[in-house]
């Protein structure tokens, strides 16, 4: 065996050891900081075998009729984050209402990348797709309506929902995976602080300081900043604009798409094309956009911020159990 094939080896073990022992750190950091909550009917249920992050916990309601689920998809930009980061106040409420619940993970985009998925961010939404066609597939076991199901999130737990919501049914009927043939459409999404577009030509143009999304689409790489991705995305923009097209949900807008609800908590002053935001990776910019193409298409579509309060609904939680419970 020659020098440079030792080198090469060498380098490989390095790099596969750092991010096994970057993984374990941030999973032990999740479990310190993870909420109390309710135990899950099942806990770790895998929905895959790509990765040991798709699996997710399920909460059955009590009910002898079918419930609904409410499915949480946490954020942390699609690099960070833990289905056990939601706890008691998230889950009882639903359960309460006769609602289950089931909270997910996904692989990340760091995960992505090495298993050289193209672009990244396609493992993290299709996982998801693919956890709900799994709990589809356990409708009648574990006493789930399959008819009524909506989804929640963060950040980029919430650009994932509404990912879900508003992209076509990848149910693939004539698989031979049955729950590849389950389908993927929701009921309704309800999100906080949800990123409705990935194009960053889109997004300087609503938000001059804009720096996030690069990553979705490869261009995160070692000592780069969000800023560095983000300016790749956009010099790269023509290249990636079919995965833009694919992978943002405002370009995912049909008539025939679920309510939609989007809650964003920190916008100051109010939204508008052109200007300089605190936060602009969660401004509701993001959120006042969506619902205008929404609306336009004859869809409902709300945005609250805290100078613009829904009176309809008042919160994310309130919009999921009327839209899925019908009260």
Not at 47 to 54: H, K, N
């Amino acid at each position: 065996m020659n020098r440079r094939l030792l080198l090469t080896l060498a380098v490989v073990l390095v790099v596969v050891t750092s991010v096994a022992l970057a993984q374990d750190k941030a999973k032990a950091k999740a479990r310190r900081e993870a909420p109390d909550r309710p135990e899950p009917t099942v806990a770790d249920f895998a929905y895959g075998t790509d990765s040991e992050r798709q699996k997710f916990d399920f909460w059955k309601a009590e009910s002898k009729e079918p419930t609904p689920l409410v499915l949480l998809i946490h954020g942390g930009g699609w690099k960070g984050g833990d289905k056990t980061g939601y706890g008691t106040s998230a889950i009882k409420p639903y359960l309460d209402a006769g609602i289950s619940v089931a909270s997910i993970n996904y692989r990340f985009i760091d995960q992505a990348m090495q298993q050289k998925v193209e672009p990244p961010v396609k493992a993290c939404l299709h996982d998801a797709a693919r956890a709900l066609q799994t709990l589809r597939s356990k409708a009648q076991e574990w006493n789930i309506d399959p008819q009524r199901v909506g989804a929640t999130g963060g950040s980029a737990g919430a650009a994932t929902s509404l990912w879900l919501a508003l992209h076509d049914d990848l149910a693939d009927p004539n698989s031979q995976d049955p729950i590849a043939r389950e389908s993927t459409r929701l009921t309704c999404a309800a999100v906080v602080g949800a990123q409705t577009s990935l194009d960053p030509k889109q997004l300087r143009e609503w938000i001059p300081n804009s720096i996030y999304g690069g990553h979705a689409f490869g261009f995160a790489g070692p000592g780069r900043s969000r800023e560095d991705e983000f300016e790749l995305a956009l010099a790269n923009r023509e290249k990636i604009l079919p995965w833009i097209k694919e992978y943002s949900p405002i370009e995912l807008v049909t008539s025939d798409d679920p309510p939609v609800y989007l809650e964003y908590s920190r916008q100051s002053p109010p939204p508008k094309i052109g200007q300089v935001e605190k936060d602009p990776t969660h401004s509701a910019m993001y959120g006042v956009q969506l619902v205008e193409v929404m609306n336009k298409a004859g869809l409902e579509a709300i945005v609250s911020y805290p100078t613009h309060d829904d009176d309809a609904y008042g919160s994310v939680e309130k919009f999921l159990i009327e839209k899925l419970k019908g009260k």
